[in-house]
């Protein structure tokens, strides 16, 4: 695997034929490894999935493992009565949900089982339904081979391929785009994912697993939308209005609307968006207009209210252990007595800021628990811990996801941050810096309560903006 020409990985996958009550099924494994640099520091990651299938690739159970924390994420599902149940372990949490399951839904490869059963054709479209690993949904995806093959160069030779344009759309639109090459056979020995230049290439164990040389990427750096001049007095900005331009998306569909943001299409790859700082103890409108919440995941504002917090909102799930006892002793020990919710919620952000000492980027995901042992991480883990301690003290809190500016190198990166539900509003809050709310330069893209199977499918639309997003500072004040 590489990204942006630097090697960062090799996966492994294996078939085998295994009999279960008198019945010949395929069981696929899989194991991929990464290490990707933050900030000059190395995060390393290991995803294990496992899956039994029919043999015309209908899926019958699964298993994902994901190493990005101090202890692993592992979910299991299992096809029944039309619903693929699962049940998902993290510290100390065990908590079990599920989904419709269509029988002819394949696994997390069922792609490649599709080709490898019967290869597209030059010009041919084809569509199927399957798991999505790691995200645990189902998507529907769309398949469009080229009009005639052509010649690909590859790690050690170069090959006539043909081109298979490849897109999974998921539950609240998320779209993941990516390119295919396969063979007369059917192998895919090329894939390409637009997010980050990602490429993975077929190849011999020895290739895959030789030495890639130093790190030169660096997911932080490398993913920073650069301005056209810098932005003064950034953190105490209290309204700026931004263009927004997308090479291959509409992000009026992709930046989310919000009370404290408005998007304004402008054409299909061009949007407007004014942003207002909004604090605990504002007491200022909520912008005018199509400024109100679409629904979560971004999309074009409907002119609703504010979409109010639901029941994930407020209960404990396995990112977010509200309930665990270390977080309830945290939670009264932050909150110091304080009653009112708007107080209490900028006291627990003052103090997740101050109680994670160790601001570093060594871990991709953590839990709650694991954050309160550990004292350490990034945004990532300062959000999951004030999500828990609001949440604690019942408040409901959720994540957000989006871009925010950063002044080291002018322009805007990825960030997580919070909003607690205080006086019929989501209040934005961001512990990773600790000043009471936030100002006017951050870029929401989604926000998710971090529930269930599909926790992770919150960082998609950030997918949908790497790399090919243009932003321009209209106005700030």
Known sequence: MFIQGAKVGSGRTSTTRIVEGGKILSRIEEEITFSVSRNGQRTDEKIVSSGVETLDGGLLRFQTEINSGQEPIITRGAVRGGQLAFETTTTGKRLTSAIPWPAAAGGFKATEHSLAKQPMQPGERRSLAALMVGFNQLAEIEMVAAAAYEPV???????????????????????????????????????????????????????????????????????????????????????????????SEDPSRVFAASGAQQVTPVDPHTAEILVQSIRPASTAAVPSGNAANAPTGGGPADGSRERPPAEDDRQPNNLVQSDAPEILTLAKQAAGGRTDPGETAAALERFVHQYITGKNYLKA?????????????????????????????????????????????????????????????????????????????????????????????????????????????????
């Open 153 to 247: 160069t590859l790690l050690d030779h170069s090959e006539d391929l043909l081109r298979i344009d490849w897109t999974a759309t998921l539950p609240k639109g998320n779209v993941i785009r990516s390119i295919w090459w396969a063979n007369h056979e059917g192998e895919v020995l090329k894939m390409q994912l637009d997010a980050l230049h990602q490429v993975t290439y077929r190849t011999t164990r020895e290739i895959a697993l030789a030495e890639g040389g130093p790190m030169r990427f660096d997911l932080l750096r490398s993913t920073i939308v650069a301005i056209d001049r810098p932005l003064e007095h950034a953190e105490s900005t209290k309204r700026a209005r931004y263009r927004v331009r997308l090479e």
């Open 365 to 477: 995901f953590s839990t709650a628990v694991e954050v309160a042992e550990s004292r350490e991480g990034s945004c990532t883990q300062h959000a999951v811990l004030l999500a828990a301690l609001a949440r604690a003290r019942g408040i409901p809190a959720r994540v957000a996801i989006g871009l925010v500016y950063v002044e080291d190198h002018p322009g805007f990166a990825f960030h997580m941050w919070n909003e607690v539900w205080i006086g019929e509003r989501w209040i934005p809050l961001d512990a990773t810096r600790g000043l009471g709310g936030i100002g006017a330069t951050y870029l929401k893209l989604a926000d998710s309560s971090l529930q269930g199977e599909s926790a992770y499918s919150c960082f998609l639309p950030v997918a949908q903006v790497i790399g090919q997003a243009k932003i321009e500072i209209l106005e700030a004040e």
